[in-house]
């Protein structure tokens, strides 16, 4: 099992395309750093000298996290983009594995089913990352630019977030909290692509498919007049609708039938050794 998991972490690391979807991210963090962050940052040292005036107090980092920052766009466009980018680093690597012949080459060396759950680990982790990392990245960089102190809720400041007692109390925890929840639904946009394996024979469809599934997904919610449950608000703290409850209970339906039916389906295949 070991050998299996050591084997796919290693072609993980390797892939380009998981730099590439990084790489792509990035550009938000970079984007919002340099749009909203340093302004404000610039604005601070301004008020330097009125911090204690009673209208006048200085920006916090934790004010403009990327994830669930009000006044730029980068963080919601990322968000909508995350199920794209999350299939693109490895995603695709069963598809190819079979297609290729490279799961024929293991023979003698990774168990079956030790391999197909190596495989939907370390693809699990390739999408928590890609959804993760770069919100991690965001918050150093704001906390290196502009103090950390509690923020305040004070005029057009004041925000309404899902557990916003716990973000204005303990705000690091709250950011904390929500960073491994972005990092389950980025597992989970990926390992979506195993369902599409089943009927698409196509290496660049099958990157696109959980963003085709979480577009049917929230029209199907729209029709249906269900709110809560639309796994991009979830993973956005900014929405009043994303709970950490409600987060946990998509997650473990979500997990199990993709786990299930890849599995299942990966042991009675002919191709898998």
Not at 22 to 29: G, Q, S
Not at 81 to 109: H, R, T, V, W
Not at 111 to 123: M, N, S
Not at 189 to 209: H, S
């Amino acid at each position: 099992m070991k050998g299996c998991l050591k084997m796919e972490l290693h072609r993980l690391f390797r892939a380009k395309s998981l730099w590439v979807a990084l790489f792509i991210a990035f550009c938000f963090v970079a984007s919002h750093i340099l749009q909203i962050v340093l302004p404000y940052a610039q604005e601070n040292v301004a008020l330097d000298s009125l911090r204690y005036h009673s209208f006048h107090f200085p920006f916090s980092a934790c004010m403009f996290f990327m994830g669930y920052d009000m006044y730029g766009w980068q963080g919601e466009i990322l968000y909508r983009l995350m199920p794209l980018l999350a299939a693109i680093p490895f995603a695709n690597s069963y598809f190819c594995d079979i297609s290729e012949g490279y799961i024929k080459n293991l023979q003698g060396k990774c168990r079956k089913e030790h391999y197909l759950i190596a495989k939907y680990a370390v693809t699990f982790l390739s999408g928590g990352l890609v959804m993760s990392v770069p919100f991690i990245l965001d918050m150093v960089c704001c906390m290196a630019l502009l103090p950390t102190h509690q923020p305040v809720p004070i005029g057009v400041f004041e925000i309404s977030l899902s557990y916003s007692a716990l973000y204005y109390d303990h705000t690091i925890l709250f950011i904390l909290l929500y960073l491994f929840v972005d990092f389950l639904i980025g597992g989970l946009y990926a390992v979506t692509v195993f369902l599409g394996t089943e009927f698409i024979a196509n290496k660049y469809l099958l990157v696109v498919f959980p963003y085709i599934c979480v577009m049917i997904w929230q029209l199907l919610l729209q029709m249906l007049q269900i709110s809560g449950l639309d796994p991009v608000e979830l993973s956005n703290p900014a929405y009043e609708s994303a709970t950490v409850f409600r987060c946990l209970c998509l997650f473990l339906v979500w997990f199990g039938i993709t786990f299930f039916v890849f599995f299942i389906r990966g042991r009675r295949r002919d191709e898998v050794v």
